[in-house]
């Protein structure tokens, strides 16, 4: 079993930038492909970035949002710049046997960190 726990969130200006983190816990953390998924209001869940040994970044933040990760501090991470006020959302961190988009392959998720971009 995979605990995940997301950090980094918080309130930015349009154009501004901010690094999410995801802490997971476990020995066996470095064979999960994870993935960044974020949640507005009134919206489905939406894929934002994965990554095992290779990325996917979504096509609508490619170019703005990177994914990183450091397995021996157990911790993905989501850099995120040239912020949009269409950027807020929750973001959620999850883990999954394979690195892919499909939120329903993703079996552990974090609680979730909130980012709000005032324009």
């Known amino acids: 079993q995979v605990q995940l726990v997301e950090s980094g969130g918080g309130l930015v200006q349009a154009g501004g930038s901010l690094r999410l983190s995801c802490a997971g816990s476990?020995?066996?953390?470095?064979?999960?492909?994870m993935g960044w998924f974020r949640q507005a209001p009134g919206k489905e869940r939406e894929f934002v970035a994965a990554?095992?040994?290779?990325?996917l970044h979504a096509d609508s933040m490619k170019g703005r949002f990177t994914i990183s990760r450091d397995n021996a501090k157990n911790t993905v991470y989501l850099q995120m710049n040239s912020l949009k006020p269409e950027d807020t959302a929750v973001y959620y961190c999850?883990?999954?046997?394979?690195?892919?988009?499909?939120?329903?392959?993703?079996?552990?998720w974090g609680q979730g960190t909130q980012v709000t971009v005032s324009s």
């Open positions: 990554i095992r040994s290779n990325t």
């Open positions: 999850a883990a999954s046997l394979e690195l892919t988009t499909n939120r329903g392959r993703y079996d552990y």
């Open positions: 476990g020995r066996t953390f470095s064979s999960y492909a």
